[in-house]
């Protein structure tokens, strides 16, 4: 899921009620908050740091459970100078292939089982594109302003 809107939305807010509701023996979750100087080796850092090996070159959360990345401002990393996004390119390479490369020795590759991602964003911050091969793996959600009468419901 990709939940899309501007800031006070309650993009965030509805994803973290959701892992609220999960149960904990089975799904675990992780939040990355992305700003305009994540890159994706700080991305993989914090990805390779939430998964164990299990056997080979497989890696996951522990066996029987599932992992969500939340991914809070997925626009917001800085385009370089060819229009690309660095973490946004990695993650489509885990979606889309399951694995990442050592950095330290790239003919070896790890192969990522068991993961899921779930993302927000807003449109009116940061890059106001997101790679389109990326976003085809979401269902995206909008999630618009509160109207005035229910703001005035929920602060009463």
Known sequence: MLFVGSAGTGKTT???DYFSTLDKEVV????INFNNYTDSKALQVVIESQV???????YGPPPSKTLIYFMDD?????LDKYGTQSPI???RQMIDYGLIYDRD?????????DIMFTACMNP????FIVDLRLTRHFTTISCL???KEILKTIYH
């Open 52 to 58: 164990d090996k299990r056997a080979g070159r497989t």
């Open 89 to 91: 390119c990695l993650i």
């Open 74 to 78: 997925l626009n917001m990393p800085y």
């Open 145 to 147: 302003t509160a109207e």
């Open 124 to 127: 009116k911050s940061g890059s």
């Open 14 to 16: 509805i994803i973290k």
């Open 28 to 31: 675990l979750n992780s939040s």
């Open 105 to 113: 020795h790239l003919e070896e590759k790890k192969y990522l089982v």
